[in-house]
């Protein structure tokens, strides 16, 4: 958005009378950068922006969100700086152009890990003006470990829990039931969640107690992991047999040949599902 010729002339006057350089603006479209921890070498955060030749003392810093420090500058016509978190992780060598203005406006960080996860802002300045650009930068894990199983709950519930284990950032754990004669599945809400939080991952345990009445027969539990942002997702399931109820009256069966029947049963089952 350069000032050129009258246009230009009014330009620089309008500048020189209100003290406004009209030549310095930024590119700010929402961008995030989604990437695996430990998958990539490098990550390049860009700050673009358009400069006139009038507009003097460029200075670009970089912030991370969660951290008040600065992470980076560049001062035109020096050599750049990382800082704070940022220290040991930017290229410094790298040029996003060969043009003066721009040669060392963009951060190329490398090696990026879960803890550079986070919003960035990009301040460019002159003498007489200051534009930002905001960046989004997403390195996850996924998660170790998920497991779900469904147990007995005292006489007639059922308890379904769902361990999710280490994993970056904090995940959606959803479950879902399906009855095995069926293909719809449903979402169970109202699960109790907890998370803890340890060396920067996420661990999360999901349990929901549920009356065997509202299953019809033998019943699919998944569990569904999700990092929001991402396109990841980690899905495991359990497979329940329902205990069988006294109805109208009459003991269907003993306590004892009820459980092996629903052993066998549900290793046939688990057999299933795995085909
Ligand atoms: C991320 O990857 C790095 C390097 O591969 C590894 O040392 C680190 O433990 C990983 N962090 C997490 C949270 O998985
Ligand atoms: C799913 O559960 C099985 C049985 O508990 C386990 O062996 C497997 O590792 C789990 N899968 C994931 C992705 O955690």
């Avoid at 001062?75 to 060392?104: F, T």
């Avoid at 090696?111 to 986070?118: S, V």
């Avoid at 980690?234 to 092996?260: D, F």
């Amino acid at each position: 958005m350069g000032c050129r010729g009258y246009v230009g002339l009014f330009c620089l006057c309008l500048a020189v009378m209100t003290g406004i350089a009209q030549g310095l603006e930024v590119v700010d479209e929402l961008e995030v950068k989604v990437i695996e921890n430990g998958t990539v070498e490098a990550v390049i955060l860009d700050c673009p922006y358009t400069v006139d030749e009038e507009d003097l003392g460029l200075v670009v810093k970089w912030f991370h969100a969660e951290n008040p420090l600065q992470v980076y500058q560049w001062i035109v016509g020096e050599l750049p700086q990382a800082l704070g978190i940022l220290a040991d992780h930017v290229d410094l060598e790298y040029e996003a152009s060969e043009d003066d203005s721009h040669r060392h406006r963009a951060i190329r960080i490398l090696n990026p890990t879960t803890e550079l996860t986070g919003e960035y802002t990009c301040r460019v300045s002159t003498f007489d003006v200051d534009r930002f650009v905001h960046r989004k930068l997403i390195v996850y894990s996924r998660p170790a470990n998920v497991h779900v199983w469904a147990e007995e709950e005292g006489e007639d519930s059922v308890k379904v829990i769902c361990d999710v284990e280490d994993v970056f950032p904090e995940p959606k754990v959803t479950l879902h039931m399906k009855a095995k004669d069926s293909n719809k599945k449903m979402i169970l809400e109202g699960a109790k969640e907890e998370k803890t939080w340890s060396e920067g991952l996420y661990s999360t345990k999901v349990e929901l107690i549920m009356e065997e009445d509202d299953l019809d027969g033998p019943t699919h539990f998944e569990c569904e992991v999700t990092i929001p942002s991402t396109d990841v997702q980690v899905l495991n399931k359990t497979h329940y047999q329902p205990r069988v109820h006294e109805m109208a009256g009459a003991v269907i069966s003993g306590s004892e040949s009820r459980s092996a029947v629903s052993v066998v049963v549900s290793l046939v089952f688990l057999g299933l599902w795995r085909f």
